[in-house]
């Protein structure tokens, strides 16, 4: 009789399940190669003007019955006085708190009654108003938008209680490790006269004297239909675009201002400055590796995003699989590029485990030197860029994702057509580009570091990695020593 083997179906399934795994691997390490770019046509903009001189972006999308109104005033922080810092953001968050006519509660339950969206606010750039409605209620809904852009009633009960949540936002910030780095990072890398230099929410110190009158004055003497753009993305056409603009918008009166360009001066330096901010107690430190001085308006624009896409744009990139992936430093570590009028940043972010600081900062300083100094390979970066070309599409699929790109030309004074050929312009960059764009825009050398954490526990071994002259500062951008 013939000897019966039996086998372990344990075994079977474990050799299996490691046959696969090596499948899975070996596809893993030989992806495909990225196809041809699928057709895909960025939408027709077009611009007008109403009789008071308001400028109107119309951008049609009719997949869906929904129009978004945002009005985007050259009114931001940049435009303010360095002692009443703070103002457009008290101001733009007040827009919304009433009118001549209505109260704030009101104007919310006619807003929610219309099944609207809205808000108003101030950033660095802009003042905004913006409103999303479905097509049949936006007129009413732009219309009531607007009221508070033109006569907002600016409660004094309303005033304080802002300006306290304001405050409030600005002590949480600086409670943590990653707001003190990037404060730190902008006094460090920008002259104190410079708009990018402060923060644009303001400090205790410049947003405890605003006054109502204050706010009054900044309205009457920025606020004008000269000074701002309102932007229509949606189901809606040329026809009803200039209606309803007219309607929500051509009783605005307002003397016409004169606006001189905004600039950002970078204080001059000539070797790697190391800055530490001591946040006793923290358990992690945040990190900050960069330079000023990038605008969207050079012409090696788009080479940059290419570059910053390869160093830390996305998950896959270089310095999160260094530090997250490789070392298991952090949670996250990307780059980005911080466009805005006068002149941005380019830096590398992350928070990283108090124990692993120095080791981290290291990395993250190598990475940017290595971008800086050493060719990319065409396969990396046709991977990534691929990556940002092909999501290009479902980035702009919805009326916000529209305006927000809009409003990024309109802010940085790029043409209204610019993203016709973006995809087709970022998928031409090539390893040459990124090595002239990195030699004549990267410092690998003089380069800002920030980190922001329990300085007993990690000034020591960040000295002792000698990446610069290290300087440290309180939490005002002071130096202490």
Known sequence: ??????????????????????????????????????????????????????????????????????????????????????????????????????????????????????????????????????????????????????????????????????????????????????????????????????????TPATLGPLTRDDVINWHRTMYSPSAATLLLVGDINRAEAQSIAQQAYGTWQASAVTRTAVENPTRASSGTRVILVDRPGSVQSSIVVGQP????????????????????????????????????????????????????????TSDVRTSSTDSALVEAVNEYKRIATEDVPGTELTGMVNNLVSSFPNAVQTVQGLAGRMQQLIIWGLPLDFYTTYRERLAAVTPADLRTVASSKLTPNNVIVVVAGDLSKIEAPIRARNLGSVEVWDANGNKVR
């Open 1 to 202: 009789m013939p000897r019966r083997t039996f086998v372990s179906k344990a075994l079977v399934l474990t050799a299996g399940v490691v046959g696969v795994a090596s499948v899975a691997g070996a596809q893993m390490t030989q992806p495909p190669a990225p196809g041809p770019l699928r057709p895909y046509a960025f939408p027709a903009v077009e611009q007008f003007a109403l009789p008071n001189g308001l400028k109107v972006i119309l951008v049609e999308k009719h997949t869906l019955p929904e129009v978004e109104g945002r009005l985007i005033l050259d009114a931001g922080a940049m435009r303010e006085p360095a002692a009443k810092n703070g103002l457009a953001s008290l101001t733009g968050s007040l827009l919304s708190e009433g009118t001549g006519t209505m109260t704030g509660a009101e104007v919310a339950r006619a807003m929610d009654a219309l099944g609207a969206q809205y808000f108003t606010t101030a950033n660095f750039n802009a003042a905004i108003s913006d409103v999303v409605a479905l097509k049949t209620v936006f007129p009413q809904a732009l219309s009531l938008a607007a009221k508070m852009v033109i006569a907002p009633s600016f409660p004094t009960s309303e005033v304080g209680r802002v300006k306290n949540q304001i405050l409030a936002a600005y002590q949480q910030s600086h409670a943590r490790t990653a707001g003190l780095a990037s404060d730190a990072f902008v006094r460090a890398a920008f002259d104190s006269t410079a708009p990018f230099s402060r923060p644009a929410s303001g």
């Open 293 to 348: 001085g990038f605008r969207a308006t050079d012409p090696d624009y788009l080479t940059m995003v290419a570059l910053n896409h390869v160093l830390g744009g996305g998950f896959s990139s270089r310095i999160n699989m260094n530090l997250r992936e490789k070392h298991g430093y952090t949670y996250g570590a990307f780059s980005g590029l911080d466009i805005r009028p006068g002149g941005g940043a380019f830096r590398i």
